[in-house]
């Protein structure tokens, strides 16, 4: 079993920055994908940005440009360094982690006040 600890969401203004962590425990022996989804009020969960074991990164056309997705392997933690931050992404971030099977965190909410 792998458990997900997600930091660093909050209210923030128009262009703002912040910097979302998400560190996985348990019985872990090799993490491939470790990413980020969201999901703003009234609509589906959406991926933000993924990275997979080999360090390759995948975005979303809205995060590109503003967001950069990292991991720390030592720590198995994974990173969202936000910035330029609009309205629009005010959601509910999510982890995610695929190890043998997805695992999911328990979300933590990102406000952007305009």
């Known amino acids: 079993q792998v458990q997900l600890v997600e930091s660093g969401g909050g209210l923030v203004q128009l262009g703002g920055s912040l910097r979302l962590s998400c560190a996985a425990s348990?019985?872990?022996?090799?993490?491939?994908?470790m990413g980020w989804y969201r999901q703003a009020p009234g609509k589906e969960r959406e991926l933000v940005a993924i990275i997979r074991s080999g360090g390759s990164t995948d975005y979303a056309d809205s995060a590109k440009g503003r967001f950069t997705i990292s991991r720390d392997n030592a720590k198995n933690t994974v990173y969202l360094q936000m910035n330029s931050l609009k309205p629009e992404d005010t959601a509910v971030y999510y982890c995610?982690?695929?190890?043998?099977?997805?695992?999911w965190g328990k979300g933590t909410l990102v406000t952007v006040s305009s």
């Open positions: 995610y982690v695929s190890h043998g099977r997805s695992y």
């Open positions: 348990g019985t872990i022996f090799s993490i491939n994908t």
